[in-house]
């Protein structure tokens, strides 16, 4: 029995940052609870479930005890892994590293490059989820390391989606960048075609961990683009926690150096 616990932390406190949790019971993982902040998924540990439909959900500094805690009472055992969507490393920095130039150079042509993380942004937040993990007893993986043994992964969902959905390049859900990607389309065309690439997330996970507590809404009922990014949040959440089972099957790769590394699926890496 093991447990993994999924993070896409946002960049900073004033955004939410979506958290899942798998467990696996008798060689099969479940998929036990995802929540779209961190404070939602507190909320879940203590038996009060998540209202999706809620006009908006805050944004709060990481509490990494409190969040291993409630991980452990909804998992009925500790954490094993940790799998977060956030630049991280042993060292300080304040620019691009090389861990982000190798998954640009890797994943540029299919739309997947990194993003350029800086002194703010996550900064100082980074810095805290990774010390505070570490402290905890998952130290920053950017190697092989013993099987079974806690860690600390940093992923990318954009090149893990490659693997999971089997596409060639960049999945176009990022509500964010939804008028890059269809630029000719109003706005409830873009919420439809968004949906359907969430659905597609969703149908995969579905297929790897059985259901999954997260009820995408009918194109119709969503008024605007923003409330559709509590669903982005917790996708993601899950794609980085399905990264991790990834791992434990030796099915991903490190890129990066010894400071920093973004584990990826290896089927995905076409250079060795």
Same mark, same amino acid.
């Given at each position: 029995?093991?447990?993994?616990?999924?993070?896409?932390?946002?960049?900073?406190?004033?955004?939410?940052?979506?958290?899942?949790?798998?467990?696996?019971?008798?060689?099969?993982?479940?998929?036990?609870?995802?929540?779209?902040?961190?404070?939602?998924?507190?909320?879940?540990?203590?038996?009060?479930?998540?209202?999706?439909?809620?006009?908006?959900?805050?944004?709060?500094?990481?509490?990494?005890?409190?969040?291993?805690?409630?991980?452990?009472?909804?998992?009925?055992?500790?954490?094993?892994?940790?799998?977060?969507?956030?630049?991280?490393?042993?060292?300080?920095?304040?620019?691009?590293?090389?861990?982000?130039?190798?998954?640009?150079?890797?994943?540029?042509?299919?739309?997947?490059? !990194?993003?350029? @993380?800086? *002194? =703010?942004?996550?900064? %100082?937040? /980074? #810095?805290?989820?990774?010390? $505070?993990?570490?402290? !905890?007893?998952? @130290?920053? *993986? =950017?190697?092989?390391? %013993?099987? /079974? #043994?806690?860690?600390?992964? $940093?992923?990318?969902?954009?090149?893990?989606?490659?693997?999971?959905?089997?596409?060639?390049?960049?999945?176009?859900?990022?509500?964010?960048?939804?008028?890059?990607?269809?630029?000719?389309?109003?706005?409830?065309?873009?919420?439809?075609?968004?949906?359907?690439?969430?659905?597609?997330?969703?149908?995969?996970?579905?297929?790897?961990?059985?259901?999954?507590?997260?009820?995408?809404?009918?194109?119709?009922?969503?008024?605007?683009?923003?409330?559709?990014?509590?669903?982005?949040?917790?996708?993601?959440?899950?794609?980085?926690?399905?990264?991790?089972?990834?791992?434990?099957?030796?099915?991903?790769?490190?890129?990066?150096?010894?400071?920093?590394?973004?584990?990826?699926?290896?089927?995905?890496?076409?250079?060795?």
């Amino acid at each position: 029995m093991r447990a993994i616990l999924g993070i896409d932390a946002a960049w900073t406190q004033t955004e939410p940052s979506g958290v899942a949790l798998l467990v696996e019971r008798e060689r099969r993982w479940r998929c036990v609870a995802v929540a779209p902040s961190y404070s939602e998924f507190l909320a879940q540990s203590d038996g009060r479930p998540t209202n999706w439909m809620a006009q908006s959900f805050s944004g709060t500094a990481p509490d990494v005890p409190r969040l291993l805690r409630a991980a452990e009472t909804l998992a009925g055992k500790p954490v094993d892994l940790v799998t977060l969507d956030m630049p991280v490393a042993t060292v300080s920095f304040s620019s691009r590293r090389a861990a982000d130039d190798a998954i640009s150079k890797e994943f540029g042509s299919r739309w997947c490059s !990194a993003h350029t @993380p800086n *002194a =703010t942004r996550p900064g %100082p937040l /980074g #810095a805290l989820l990774s010390r $505070e993990l570490s402290a !905890a007893g998952f @130290p920053l *993986a =950017t190697a092989r390391h %013993p099987q /079974g #043994a806690p860690a600390l992964l $940093e992923v990318y969902p954009h090149p893990a989606l490659l693997s999971l959905l089997m596409r060639d390049r960049r999945v176009p859900y990022k509500v964010s960048k939804s008028g890059k990607y269809w630029p000719k389309l109003d706005v409830p065309a873009r919420i439809a075609a968004l949906l359907a690439e969430f659905s597609a997330i969703h149908t995969a996970l579905s297929g790897a961990f059985g259901p999954i507590p997260i009820h995408l809404p009918a194109p119709q009922t969503v008024e605007t683009l923003a409330r559709l990014k509590r669903y982005e949040d917790a996708l993601d959440a899950l794609v980085c926690a399905w990264v991790g089972v990834e791992h434990l099957n030796d099915r991903t790769v490190p890129l990066g150096d010894s400071t920093a590394a973004i584990w990826c699926p290896s089927d995905v890496i076409r250079v060795s």
